[in-house]
């Protein structure tokens, strides 16, 4: 479960009573409910970034979704080895960009919803349910017809520039750290002492191999678990000391 | 589970240590542990919103128990396909409320507990418990002797006037939605765009299908996912944004 | 599991997925990720604090890990009952105090480890597949060479003077409760209202059986839960109220 719900209120919880009713042998695995409301953006980073951690068979659900009770659509998408439910708008489409698609349908067929369906709830009355039917084996052509096309966020690219490249920040984590559309296969030079990382053009840090290559306090750019360049302090807050935001400008040159 | 212990420390994980060691295959699902600290009542409206989705046999534990250590009761309460754990401080009644009490008994047998009982967390050391040997079949009459009556909150409740409907507002949610007390079975015109939500006497917003039925930023009312009337500003923040407060007065007009 | 992750990001999740993907009948429970980033100390008491709630065969694994990259150790301790995982910079040293040590290892295996290890994310990459393993009864001296010394903080002691007891204040929880490294067995008196607790040498509160024993609003000081003298106000937040800090010294006078 990846959503924005949460954790002050009942919600998250309705909805694993309302999964664990229908397939009560199901694992159900929190990524995270903290992502900022209606964010689809953070929300699609956080699935696409935790996604390849889960073993064969998972079903992700993800439930950002400010329109809810509008006319978005409702969709489920199986890849070759797990199943992505959520709205359609953007908040899957990270977690299936690059590979391929084996089928997408939207969820129309009530029979595998909680009704009577609430207007803004559907977490809990849609999603949750048509998971948790899909867990125990309801094939996914069974919950509405067969959809093409979906959203697509247009997160920027990142883009190799005669200098070296340039991007931007697209999402800042707890600890403080940015992390950048700048990801490993971009970076052939990366660890090399050398390479610097200006934000707006000016100097910031070099690119090292982990935090504690410069002194605690100092700022240092690494390639980090999800494959993205981040920006961070060793031992400190990097978006606070540094005022880094979302969408700033981060160039790296050799 | 159901607390106001926060996630920041060890007591919640404590908890599900104890009661997986009484009853490893329990599944253990946390509603809410952020229920600000001895919030009976928002405990209650959490509890009671929540409990109908989970799955008959499901035992519930509530503990928000700003009494601990005094001489308060610890009950448990056999509904029809439910049991309910908690102090008899009014934290179980709602999701009580409206539904038969097949049988209710006082926690006193200290061989279903976790012993030494410490004074301050009956959490671990008497609800946990509790709740695992019951999951695992000991019978509720074992726990201690037969409860007649016990303690009720008195949630203000909503009342048809001449004009409309008169309630106040019982909950905020994180999204900053305000939850009433007036519930849909009040409310046969809910939906007509006519409707309009009073907050002290001056017009609020008009009560509608679903939060995009308003421009982005405008406040709205619709009924919401546990049937009550919410009051909303589509996108944003209504609490913060219309400032307001538990015990607000709310009036509908048609 | 333990960690500083907070639960706003996915690195919780990721964790997840890795150990259900190799112990797909794994139950993993969270004792807390709200541990303030970066805080061995804290991490350790929590450890310690819930560790002896859960049943035998537990394996505990806490990251608190501010040297992750570095040349710091990753270890395996095996107890009588439960294998705790984690760095070697003290954050399982409270947990292993007083009890014998079967086994420690190394981890360097990298057969256990989930590739390519990241330099920055060693709870996904080393912990959890490592914990996974040894759920699955992999042995543990499997992962790597075996250690004799580890990493332990230096807590400081509690220690009975001509007047008293003399400690200090070592954890805040989210109550606002500050634990003391003063504990059950320094306190024959424990519970006589005479005791008098001293913050930096002035009269701050008696020594009671529960919150309770005192007005709302007044502190008291109590042994908790984990059996350590917690100062407390009733009803109140005491660190806020009394400007209670870690560190602070307290005396406890009969």
Same mark, same amino acid.
């Given at each position: 479960?990846?959503?924005?719900?949460?954790?002050?209120?009942?919600?998250?919880?309705?909805?694993?009573?309302?999964?664990?009713?229908?397939?009560?042998?199901?694992?159900?695995?929190?990524?995270?409910?903290?992502?900022?409301?209606?964010?689809?953006?953070?929300?699609?980073?956080?699935?696409?970034?935790?996604?390849?951690?889960?073993?064969?068979?998972?079903?992700?659900?993800?439930?950002?979704?400010?329109?809810?009770?509008?006319?978005?659509?409702?969709?489920?998408?199986?890849?070759?080895?797990?199943?992505?439910?959520?709205?359609?708008?953007?908040?899957?489409?990270?977690?299936?960009?690059?590979?391929?698609?084996?089928?997408?349908?939207?969820? &129309?067929?009530?029979?595998?919803?909680?009704? @009577? +369906?609430? #207007?803004?709830?559907?977490?809990?009355?849609?999603?949750?349910? *048509? $998971?948790?039917?899909?867990?125990?084996?309801?094939?996914?052509?069974?919950?509405?017809?067969?959809?093409?096309?979906?959203?697509?966020?247009?997160?920027?690219?990142?883009?190799?520039?005669?200098?070296?490249?340039?991007?931007?920040?697209?999402?800042?984590?707890?600890?403080?750290?940015?992390?950048?559309?700048?990801?490993? &296969?971009?970076?052939?030079?990366?660890?090399? @002492? +050398?390479? #610097?990382?200006?934000?707006?053009?000016?100097?910031?840090?070099? *690119? $090292?191999?982990?935090?504690?290559?410069?002194?605690?306090?100092?700022?240092?750019?690494?390639?980090?678990?999800?494959?993205?360049?981040?920006?961070?302090?060793?031992?400190?807050?990097?978006?606070?000391?540094?005022?880094?935001?979302?969408?700033?400008?981060?160039?790296?040159?050799?």
């Amino acid at each position: 479960l990846t959503t924005d719900f949460g954790t002050e209120d009942w919600f998250v919880g309705a909805m694993k009573g309302v999964i664990l009713g229908l397939a009560p042998k199901a694992t159900v695995v929190d990524i995270t409910h903290d992502i900022p409301a209606g964010d689809i953006r953070s929300g699609a980073f956080a699935l696409a970034a935790a996604c390849r951690c889960f073993p064969k068979g998972t079903i992700h659900v993800a439930v950002i979704d400010p329109g809810v009770g509008s006319r978005r659509n409702a969709i489920a998408v199986r890849m070759r080895n797990q199943i992505f439910v959520g709205p359609d708008n953007g908040v899957l489409s990270l977690a299936l960009a690059g590979e391929e698609i084996v089928a997408a349908h939207r969820l &129309e067929n009530e029979k595998y919803f909680r009704l @009577p +369906v609430s #207007r803004t709830f559907h977490g809990r009355d849609v999603f949750a349910p *048509v $998971a948790a039917h899909l867990s125990r084996g309801v094939a996914l052509a069974r919950m509405g017809p067969k959809v093409g096309e979906f959203v697509k966020l247009g997160l920027p690219a990142a883009r190799v520039t005669k200098n070296g490249i340039h991007g931007e920040i697209i999402y800042l984590d707890r600890f403080g750290n940015a992390f950048t559309n700048i990801t490993a &296969e971009l970076l052939p030079q990366a660890g090399q @002492p +050398v390479a #610097r990382v200006l934000r707006k053009g000016k100097r910031l840090c070099r *690119v $090292a191999e982990f935090y504690q290559a410069v002194s605690a306090g100092q700022p240092v750019a690494v390639i980090g678990s999800s494959g993205h360049l981040e920006i961070a302090v060793n031992g400190g807050n990097a978006a606070s000391k540094l005022r880094l935001r979302i969408g700033d400008a981060i160039d790296l040159t050799v």
